[in-house]
Each structure stands twice: as C-alpha cells, then as structure tokens.
C-alpha cells in the first residue's frame, strides 16, 4: 500500500461545477500539505501550501487538511475547461527538509 | 522572477550510457530536489541538495548521483542507463523549509 493514496480519475465533470479531489495518507507524521497542477508535459505548479489541520482558500481554490483522518482535499469553484489537468497531492514530514512524497494524482476533464 | 529552468528539455540515450542533466533554481532559492516521474511509480523523490551538500536521499540505486555548484545550479547524472530509466526528471527549488517550485523537466528516453 502507497503511503500516499489518490483516486487516479479520471474525474470528468461539466464547466461551472464545484470539484472535489482527495487524498489519504498513513504516515500521522506529515505536516507540510501541497497540491500540484501539472498540465500534459509540463512541470507541476503549485496551487496550495499549507501546515498541519484547517483550510486555506485562494480564489476559487480550497484546501482543507483534516490530520485525525489523515485525510486532505482541494476544491475547485466555478471550474472551467482551462483547470484540465492532473492534480497532484503531496506532503512532507516536519523535519525531512524537501522530500516530498506524492500522491498518484487526479486526471481532471472540465467539459465546456 | 525567472522560475525553474531544466536542460536539456528532451534527451535519447541507449542503454548501458551515462547522462548529465542540469538544473538553475530560482535567484536565491538554496535549496534543490529532484524527482523522477514515470506512469507507473508517479513522482518519486530523488534527493536534495542544499548548500552544496546533499540533505536527503530517495530510494534510488547508486547509478543516481547529483552535486550542486556554489551558485546553486545542480546536475543529477544517471550512470549504465537502463531501459526503466526513462522518466520526466523534474527539478525543484526553494528557500529554505518553504514551499518547492518545479521546473518543467527534462524527458530522458532510453533505448
């Protein structure tokens, strides 16, 4: 079993719906949370940082980090074709420096 | 600000070779990671280099190695190449314990 586990999608859904991508994890030691974009043959781009439990909105973009459910999410408002993408969850340990560890990630299709 | 930047972008080498791909970090970003990412495995964590010395490891065999210049560029170089080493090798940077920022990789092929 990964230590990271993500729904590979892919998740299609019509322009203007709210989506909603998921992570599990197992390991209660990580503390950093991250979600990624990565378009077709591209680098990921990161959407949200944050630390430890509680949600963080930007834009049309939340992130929620439930730590007793070892359990995050990123939600999208409003979503439109151009957030067509791969999502990717990552997090890290509160002392491992920049080892990320990631989720397989989420294949998102936004229809017009 | 200028981001990440990875060469070369595109890469095809034959088994058995060795290859050096390079990594500029953001200005003032200290710290660099290298991940590889492949359909099956996803993204897997290479190592880190900071400050010229390298601060965490993946669980990658030797053939894997990196180094980073005092201006914070790094190389990672893949030795005896193998056919499973073919990947999207991306490249991160960041300050200090902050949030990692990619560069857009270099897509190495091996056959």
């Known amino acids: 079993q990964k230590e990271v586990e993500q729904d590979p999608g892919p998740l299609s859904v019509p322009e203007g719906a709210i989506v909603s991508l998921n992570c599990t994890y197992s390991?209660?030691?990580?503390?950093?949370f991250m979600w990624y974009r990565q378009y077709s043959r591209k680098g990921p781009e990161l959407l949200m940082y944050?630390?430890?439990?509680g949600n963080k909105e930007d834009g049309r973009f939340t992130a929620q980090v439930d730590k007793s459910s070892k359990y995050i999410s990123l939600f999208i408002r409003d979503s439109q074709p151009s957030d067509s993408a791969t999502y990717l969850c990552?997090?890290?340990?509160?002392?491992?420096?920049?080892?990320?560890?990631f989720g397989g990630g989420t294949r998102l299709m936004v229809k017009p | 600000k200028a981001g990440v930047t990875q060469t070369p972008r595109y890469l095809i080498k034959t088994r058995g070779q060795q290859v050096t791909l390079s990594c500029s970090p953001i200005?003032?970003?200290?710290?660099v990671s290298w991940y590889q990412q492949t359909p099956g495995q996803g993204l897997q964590f290479l190592f880190e280099?900071?400050?010229?010395?390298?601060?965490n490891k993946g669980n990658f065999p030797g053939r894997f190695s990196g180094r980073q210049f005092s201006n914070s560029r790094s190389e990672m170089n893949v030795s005896t190449l193998e056919l499973g080493d073919s990947a999207l090798y991306l490249c991160?940077?960041?300050?200090?314990?902050?949030?990692?920022?990619f560069g857009p990789g270099t897509r190495l092929t091996v056959t």
């Open positions: 991160a940077s960041s300050l200090p314990g902050r949030e990692q920022y």
């Open positions: 390991n209660s030691a990580f503390q950093y």
């Open positions: 944050t630390y430890s439990s």
């Open positions: 990552a997090m890290t340990l509160n002392n491992a420096g920049n080892m990320l560890t």
């Open positions: 200005s003032g970003h200290r710290s």
């Open positions: 280099y900071f400050s010229e010395t390298q601060r």
